[in-house]
């Protein structure tokens, strides 16, 4: 059987440099897929979708409120050619109702053992218009290896270097941050991975540098040191989401190759300027992720926070403008009272401001926006601060002997060198 999984695409962050990462939530569910399934993958940000083929079943992969349009667009399109669709992916839980208006079947939920059952009531037909296991886990040790030979992974490269390949060691936060729906979608459990399954996956991918997806890595101490303790022997290098603040754990990061964190910026305080210097004694580089338009930020305060990003040296920074996405306290508070401008879901890509701030006019935030990322890249652009970080990472291969040159790799596949 046929089965055709689309990835849809979607504008990126104005202001930053264009780039696009090997997705995850796709290969993840190709993995889930019963063996009988002749699957081909299109990833809608890299090539373009080509609907004159005949799949007997389409597959649309969402992450992002900002894929929804696009997606329903892609499904309306098979369907009046009478090809069955099915959604599943994260943003296909948060807008599973208005979803279901343009699908045969939404899953949500999590994947892992239960595609055989869709899969039968797709061939018997008797698809149901919803299946429905949100918060209803399957166990950690059946997720993965994630299918990533479905990826065709020359698309995946940035002036000749390869992107990083994403990987996951846990679901689940234990966090319930205000802008944020994981809560929503995983409750508030941590939900590790066994250690040898996550190792045996990191193993098999090839490429030296990662992107460990999980939420938060510094969620339990002990779990993430012995995880650490475990991908020592791999020499991989890889970026993730925060790491605990302490300098055993940063210690142990450091020697299992943490190469740079994304670290959520959200005031000026000493507790910020040390958790980076930290981060930075251990040579972990930081990517500063910084969320504009709180309800207690003036254009004074974000002005400050600009400062105070060049004076603490941040490697690189993300500006994003808060965003209520559906399924958060942020969206219920905006939308209770009445502050929401903007329903239009191909605006929520975080550099559009869709609801009234409570100190600026939206159109002044959106002003503040580009003058952050503006001010933060006038003395060195976004890709000379990216080279720098990269050229860190090189060194570090070139040191335990993990270097590949992926650019001669790729002309030798292209021109068969
Ligand atoms: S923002 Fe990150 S740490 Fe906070 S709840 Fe969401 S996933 Fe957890």
């Not at 104005?14 to 993958?41: C, K, M, R, Y």
């Not at 994630?146 to 992107?163: E, F, P, S, T």
């Not at 005031?267 to 930075?280: A, G, K, L, Q, V």
């Not at 090189?394 to 292209?414: Q, S, V």
Request: charged letters at 30%.
């Amino acid at each position: 059987m046929k089965f055709k999984l689309i990835y849809p695409k979607w504008r990126k962050l104005d202001s930053q440099t264009e780039f696009h990462l090997p997705p995850h939530g796709p290969v993840v569910f190709a993995a889930t897929l019963p063996d009988d399934v002749d699957i081909a993958f299109t990833d809608e940000n890299v090539e373009a979708v080509n609907f004159d083929d005949a799949p007997d079943f389409v597959g649309i992969s969402m992450m992002l409120t900002s894929q929804v349009k696009r997606g329903w667009e892609i499904a309306d399109a098979y369907r009046e050619r009478g090809i069955k669709v099915i959604f599943g992916g994260i943003a296909a839980m948060l807008h599973a109702e208005e979803t279901m208006e343009h699908a045969d079947a939404v899953f949500l939920g999590e994947a892992e053992g239960r595609m055989g059952a869709v899969f039968d009531d797709f061939i018997n037909g008797r698809l149901k218009e919803s299946y429905d296991f949100l918060l209803d886990f399957p166990p950690t040790e059946s997720i993965g290896p994630a299918r990533r030979a479905i990826l065709n992974r020359d698309l995946y490269c940035y002036k000749g270097v390869q992107m990083v390949d994403l990987a996951h060691a846990s679901r689940g936060c234990r966090f319930n941050c205000y802008p944020c729906c994981v809560s929503y979608l995983g409750g508030r459990t941590f939900r590790p991975r066994p250690y040898d399954r996550v190792v045996e996956e990191l193993a098999g991918i090839d490429n030296n540098r990662l992107f460990l997806v999980d939420n938060s890595l510094a969620q339990d101490k002990e779990w993430e040191m012995g995880l650490f303790r475990e991908m020592i022997p791999l020499k991989k290098k890889w970026c993730s989401h925060p790491i605990e603040d302490d300098p055993a754990v940063l210690d142990l990061a450091a020697q299992a190759g943490a190469w740079y964190v994304y670290q959520a910026i959200f005031d000026t305080s000493d507790y910020i300027r040390e958790r980076i210097r930290r981060y930075h004694d251990h040579g972990i580089g930081v990517e500063g992720t910084i969320l504009l338009g709180l309800d207690h930020h003036t254009e004074d305060y974000i002005r400050r926070l600009i400062d105070f990003l060049l004076e603490v040296k941040l490697d690189v920074a993300e500006f994003t403008i808060l965003t209520p996405f559906p399924h958060t306290r942020a969206f219920d508070d905006f939308h209770r009272e009445g502050r929401i401008i903007s329903y239009d879901w191909n605006d929520y890509t975080c550099d559009r401001v869709v609801f009234q701030p409570r100190h600026l006019s939206p159109e002044r935030l959106q002003e503040l926006y580009y003058h952050a990322w503006e001010t933060f890249y006038r003395d060195e652009p976004q890709n000379y601060k990216m080279f720098k970080l990269l050229k860190k990472v090189i060194e570090r291969e070139k040191a335990d002997n993990t270097f590949k040159h992926r650019r001669r790799d790729l002309m030798n596949r292209t021109f068969g060198k």
